[in-house]
């Protein structure tokens, strides 16, 4: 079985850009998450959908954050424009029966 | 959702039972501790779970104590493989997601 995917597994842009980052939860999995990790800081929970519905998306910092999960199947989380306090691993769940969620590698996102 | 406290790290010799702790107080008649852990560079990834009952899978043993305001995750044979971040979080059976803390750095020495 197919675990979490995340594209690209790297992304440097330039303060000001656009950047997408896509996820592909496991197959079946109608819960998808999206978290990040900022250096040196704790993960934190970014939203949660189900299929296609937004759950929660309480930790959205602001409004250059948008995601979406087309067809509630993969899902991408777009910044734009980039800062440089973006700069962070996100992480993308999925999950079947929360709170048990399975992540995958993460999107290493650096702004400059 | 109940606070928990954890070592910010700890040792263990490789083939040795790693034991990490965490401190629940204020948990709960319905929530339930999960264990998480964070190997560098990769995502989380769950371990095991309980409400009351100690429980066992391939992975671990989750020993919960009696008043449950404490529980123990256990690593029978820590490898080196198992150095990571444990994360040890308390949530409601009806939770949808998970809040992370800043975990156990478990440290596995050759």
């Known amino acids: 079985e197919a675990g979490v995917t995340q594209f690209p597994s790297h992304s440097v842009i330039e303060k000001g850009q656009t950047v997408t980052l896509r996820c592909d939860p496991i197959?079946?999995?109608?819960?998808l998450y999206w978290y990040r990790r900022v250096m040196g800081k704790e993960i934190k929970f970014l939203l949660h959908?189900?299929?296609?519905?937004?759950?929660?998306e309480s930790g959205m910092p602001n409004n250059r954050f948008l995601a979406e999960r087309t067809g509630g199947t993969y899902s991408t989380l777009k910044v734009q424009p980039a800062e440089l306090e973006d700069s962070g691993v996100y992480f993308c769940?999925?999950?079947?029966?929360?709170?048990?969620?399975?992540f995958g590698s993460g999107t290493q996102l650096s702004v400059l | 959702d109940a606070k928990t406290t954890q070592p910010p790290s700890m040792d263990c010799a490789e083939g040795r039972a790693a034991n990490l702790p965490c401190n629940h107080s204020?948990?709960?008649?319905?929530?339930?501790v999960y264990w998480y852990r964070q190997i560098h560079s990769q995502g989380p990834q769950y371990i095991i779970h309980?409400?009351?009952n100690n429980e066992t899978n391939e992975m671990a043993s989750l020993i919960i104590t009696e008043d449950r305001k404490s529980s123990t995750l256990i690593l029978p044979h820590a490898t080196l493989r198992d150095t990571a971040v444990y994360y040890c979080?308390?949530?409601?059976?009806?939770?949808?997601?998970?809040?992370f803390g800043s975990g156990t750095q478990l440290t596995v020495l050759p």
């Open positions: 204020t948990i709960s008649g319905n929530e339930y």
């Open positions: 979080i308390v949530r409601s059976g009806s939770a949808r997601q998970l809040t």
């Open positions: 309980g409400l009351k």
């Open positions: 197959s079946g999995h109608d819960n």
């Open positions: 959908f189900v299929k296609e519905s937004k759950q929660d």
């Open positions: 769940a999925s999950s079947q029966v929360p709170p048990r969620l399975f």
